[in-house]
T-cell receptor, first 109, second 120 residues
Framework: GQNIDQPTEMTATEGAIVQINCTYQTSGFNGLFWYQQHAGEAPTFLSY??LDGLEEKGRFSSFLSRSKGYSYLLLKELQMKDSASYLCAVMDSNYQLIWGAGTKLIIKP | GAVVSQHPSRVICKSGTSVKIECRSLDFQATTMFWYRQFPKKSLMLMAT?????????EQGVEKDKFLINHASLTLSTLTVTSAHPEDSSFYIC????????????????FGPGTRLLVL
């Protein structure tokens, strides 16, 4: 079966760095996405990785290792507004998105 | 760019009535639109995939006669929850996939703001 695993909840301090991991087992791979979802709102696109390596975009970076079925989202200089759920999703061979359950990130002052 | 709107944002209805939710891509044409359902503190659950001009493809366990999907144009898809019951109360989210060649990243889906449905 297809499976996406990510931690349920993480806590970090304002100004610090946090890494949210995602491991996946899917039938085929056409890219991995990270989305941010604030409570009561729809997800917003953060990043897309299809090749191995690190993609940096401002305070957010996303890493992919296809051989390990592993990705992480790195958030630097954390701000209170970063408190949200972070969803990892993999596009399988049928171009269908398989979603993880999301990681709730709590930022403390 | 890449804005998707949903209407209404919130709806309360009586049990047994039908509710229609609209999903529009405002500044791009979408080959495919997706309808998701999300329960509190849970991830997105894909309900159906719709392509303009053809019948929607429903995921296993989703009743096609209860959740009617119409994809009338490249910018509009509607979801009608027929004879709604309290267990249909949920957060419904649509997303739209851009036509190839226009996307920020291939196959990226852009999400609407969601519709919160409460059936009394």
């Amino acid at each position: 079966g297809q499976n996406i695993d990510q931690p349920t909840e993480m806590t970090a301090t304002e100004g610090a760095i946090v890494q949210i991991n995602c491991t996946y087992q899917t039938s085929g791979f056409n890219g991995l996405f990270w989305y941010q979802q604030h409570a009561g709102e729809a997800p917003t696109f953060l990043s897309y990785n299809v090749l191995d390596g690190l993609e940096e975009k401002g305070r957010f970076s996303s890493f992919l290792s296809r051989s390990k079925g592993y990705s992480y989202l790195l958030l630097k200089e954390l701000q209170m507004k970063d408190s949200a759920s972070y969803l990892c999703a993999v596009m399988d061979s049928n171009y269908q998105l398989i979603w993880g359950a999301g990681t709730k990130l709590i930022i403390k002052p | 760019g890449a804005v998707v709107s949903q209407h209404p944002s919130r709806v309360i209805c009586k049990s047994g009535t039908s509710v229609k939710i609209e999903c529009r891509s405002l500044d791009f044409q979408a080959t495919t639109m997706f309808w998701y359902r999300q329960f509190p503190k849970k991830s997105l659950m894909l309900m159906a995939t719709s392509n303009e001009g053809s019948k929607a493809t429903y995921e296993q366990g989703v009743e096609k006669d209860k959740f009617l999907i119409n994809h009338a144009s490249l910018t509009l898809s509607t979801l009608t929850v027929t004879s709604a019951h309290p267990e249909d109360s949920s957060f419904y989210i649509c997303s739209a996939r851009m036509i190839e060649g226009v996307a920020r990243a291939p196959e990226t889906q852009y999400f609407g703001p969601g519709t919160r449905l409460l059936v009394l």
